[in-house]
């Protein structure tokens, strides 16, 4: 099982990125997956998280800005960010319990407790 997020960078307040996790090992299709970060000094954060089923869960901070996807025939998730601020600077990474959870509540608690199996991160520094 791998997991290799990328795409993090230097953007401005207001700016956009799109980070990519690619995968393998394992059915992307399948499985539920998240995105999650962490600052220093901080606590780890469920940003967004996806169920087998395609229900969706967003931490409040991002809600409405960000969107988790994933491209099953490219075995990669991916992670849309808009309208970036100062407080959204952290280590990005991407996760998964490598198992069929479905639907909503799935989804909040992933985002909650964590998931199993995580990548290395991609760091995301938004600062004009």
């Known amino acids: 099982v791998q997991l290799q997020a990328s795409g993090g960078g230097l953007v401005q307040p207001g700016g956009s990125l799109t980070l990519s996790c690619t995968t393998s090992?394992?059915?992307?299709?399948?499985?539920?997956i998240g995105w999650f970060r962490q600052a220093p000094g901080k606590e780890r954060e469920g940003v967004a998280c996806?169920?087998?089923?395609?229900?969706?869960y967003y931490g409040d901070s991002v809600k409405g800005r960000f969107t988790i996807s994933r491209d099953n025939a490219e075995n990669t998730m991916y992670l849309q960010m808009n309208n970036l601020k100062p407080e959204d600077t952290a280590l990005y990474y991407c996760?998964?319990?490598?198992?069929?959870?479905?639907?909503?509540?799935?989804?909040?608690?992933?985002?909650?407790?964590?998931?199993?199996?995580r990548g290395k991160g991609t760091l995301v520094t938004v600062s004009s």
């Open positions: 090992g394992f059915n992307l299709d399948s499985v539920a």
């Open positions: 996760a998964t319990d490598m198992a069929r959870e479905d639907g909503s509540i799935s989804s909040r608690l992933n985002c909650q407790y964590g998931m199993t199996h």
């Open positions: 996806l169920s087998s089923d395609d229900a969706t």
